[in-house]
């Protein structure tokens, strides 16, 4: 490798084709593939990882690297460049292979137990896999190194820059903030009962109305497409090659129209990026947590919101004329959002989900530090569950076996699903003042010009900044509770015809 900057972009290029590589035969994994190419995928993926992984921690890369960053001449994305690839490949570099191994073995033991200690409901049964997880993540939290606080180096694989002494805090508040209000919610005079029981939405139809969702709130279905698979997902090789997933239930039309616009939240993020970056580091979002807020702000906040079924309500009661027969505007609006403490994570409603969430974080972090013997967690789940949600688990598969997360040894993963909710709310509102008849241009079905501002203010940056920079840069301030705590009680007090 040369010491330049052309040569330093080749290498840049051949790394995110093989990610793009990796993309489509995971996509196709989950979508077309035929069962029995199951071992053929997992070995050709592997070899495929195996490859991006030696090209990454080269030490000519490294010495490249190291010469760029010294460079007065290079402009300010190539300096982000230097910075966002320099940055994962010395957290690749100090892990040892040994014990990159030892976490591979160690998932897909605990990914076996974990099914098997789902079939007989028993927590006891993953214990053991789950420990050897743990103490593998702590030894990979030490080797890339933190100032003390080891949960720090798992997050920043999600949430590059977040730490734990800057997200306790807000999730804490958070936390007291939902308590009361979902209590309030249970105890207001409206009641929202459950619509859609015993009514048929045909496939078909409701497929073909997710396809206009995706055409209307601008998702280029020439770079892109929709697919089924049963868990949705975003994925894809290029901006110009993006794949959604999306899952269609016959009984219940909701789950796939607000898969698609979540995953279409996505997806408008992965074909915003800005043409420079295409192939460099920086067609990449800056964390997980803000790749969320799209999918959460279009889901959330607008595909929730009454303005936007003002516009489509009419035409899927036109799809639907006899399942939907009866059911006015407003009776589908509020069924849309529904507030009911449940057990399942996925299936919480955006006042609950938070509660979830901060339940696993408080975890996570008791687990990490080894200060909560494995025996005691579910019963340390189960309490949570009582305290934040009033609903306790009748058995340990619907309680702290229902995610798949730590059976990955994906710890630090589920705090970036609250960032999500929190960013997507503070983007909304500075979308507001930037666009102060943005609502009546939802009632029209003009999503465009929302779809335009987050492309110019969010997408277009890829990874210049970090997450809570560009956040700052965007809405004035940093990450905050305030104005997702204001959109959830000004929608959910007119909803429920109560002051919360
Ligand atoms: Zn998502």
């Known amino acids: 490798m040369e010491r330049t900057f052309p040569s330093l972009l080749a290498r840049m290029q051949e790394l995110k084709d093989l990610q793009g590589v990796i993309g489509l035969a995971t996509w196709d994994q989950e979508t077309y593939m035929p069962a029995k190419a199951d071992d053929a995928r997992a070995h050709q993926l592997s070899t495929l990882q195996g490859l991006h992984h030696e090209r990454l921690v080269d030490p000519r890369l490294g010495e490249v690297l190291a010469w760029a960053a010294m460079q007065p001449d290079l402009d300010a994305d190539q300096r982000a460049m230097v910075r966002v690839l320099s940055h994962e490949r010395d957290r690749a570099v100090r892990v040892p292979h040994a014990l990159v191994k030892a976490l591979a073995e160690a998932q897909s033991r605990?990914?076996?137990?974990?099914?098997?200690?789902?079939?007989?409901?028993?927590?006891?049964?993953?214990?053991?896999?789950?420990?050897?997880?743990?103490?593998?993540?702590?030894?990979?939290?030490?080797?890339?190194?933190?100032?003390?606080?080891?949960?720090?180096?798992?997050?920043e694989g999600y949430e590059p820059g977040m730490r734990v002494e800057r997200?306790?805090?807000?999730?804490?508040?958070?936390?007291?903030?939902?308590?009361?209000?979902?209590?309030?919610?249970?105890?207001?005079?409206?009641?929202?009962?459950?619509?859609?029981?015993?009514?048929?939405?045909?496939?078909?139809?409701?497929?073909?109305?997710?396809?206009?969702?995706?055409?209307?709130v601008g998702f280029d279905l020439e770079a892109g497409r929709q697919d089924r698979s049963i868990h949705p997902f975003t994925g894809g090789t290029h901006p110009l090659d993006v794949r959604l997933t999306t899952r269609i239930d016959e009984s219940n039309p909701l789950n796939a129209l607000f898969s698609t616009i979540h995953e279409a939240g996505h997806g408008l993020y992965e074909q915003g990026f800005a043409e420079a970056h295409y192939r460099t580091p920086l067609a990449a979002a800056p964390s997980m947590g803000l790749h969320e807020s799209q999918s959460r702000l279009w889901e959330n906040v607008v595909g929730r919101g009454r303005a936007f079924w003002e516009h489509f309500y009419p035409s899927l009661r036109e799809t639907f004329p006899q399942a939907l027969a009866g059911v006015d505007l407003d009776t589908f609006h509020t069924a849309a959002n529904r507030v009911s403490p449940s057990l399942i994570r996925t299936e919480a409603d955006e006042v609950t989900y938070n509660l979830h969430i901060v339940l696993r974080y408080e975890l996570e972090l008791l687990l990490i530090h080894d200060r909560l013997p494995l025996a005691d967690v579910p019963a340390a789940w189960n309490e949570r569950m009582r305290r934040y949600l009033g609903v306790t688990p009748p058995d340990d598969t619907l309680g702290v076996l229902q995610d798949i997360h730590w059976a990955w040894g994906e710890f630090g993963y589920f705090p970036t699903y609250a960032l999500g909710n929190l960013y997507s709310a503070s983007l909304y509102r500075a979308a507001e003042?930037?666009?102060?008849?943005?609502?009546?241009?939802?009632?029209?079905?003009?999503?465009?010009?929302?779809?335009?501002?987050?492309?110019?203010h969010v997408h277009r940056q890829g990874f210049r900044l970090p997450a809570e920079e560009l956040i700052h840069q965007v809405t004035g301030r940093g990450l905050t509770d305030v104005d997702f705590l204001q959109y959830l009680r000004g929608k959910y007090s007119a909803l429920y015809g109560t002051s919360l």
Request: charged share 30%; no cysteine; net charge positive.
């Open 110 to 155: 605990a990914l076996a137990a974990w099914r098997q200690a789902r079939k007989e409901k028993r927590f006891a049964l993953f214990q053991p896999a789950l420990a050897r997880i743990l103490e593998l993540r702590r030894e990979q939290a030490d080797a890339y190194g933190h100032e003390g606080e080891r949960y720090d180096a798992l997050l």
């Open 433 to 456: 003042r930037a666009l102060p008849d943005l609502t009546e241009r939802i009632r029209r079905g003009e999503l465009l010009s929302l779809r335009d501002w987050l492309r110019t």
């Open 167 to 216: 997200l306790t805090p807000v999730l804490t508040a958070l936390r007291d903030a939902l308590i009361p209000m979902v209590a309030a919610i249970a105890a207001a005079p409206r009641k929202v009962p459950d619509l859609f029981e015993g009514r048929h939405f045909d496939g078909e139809a409701q497929w073909r109305f997710t396809l206009r969702l995706l055409e209307a």
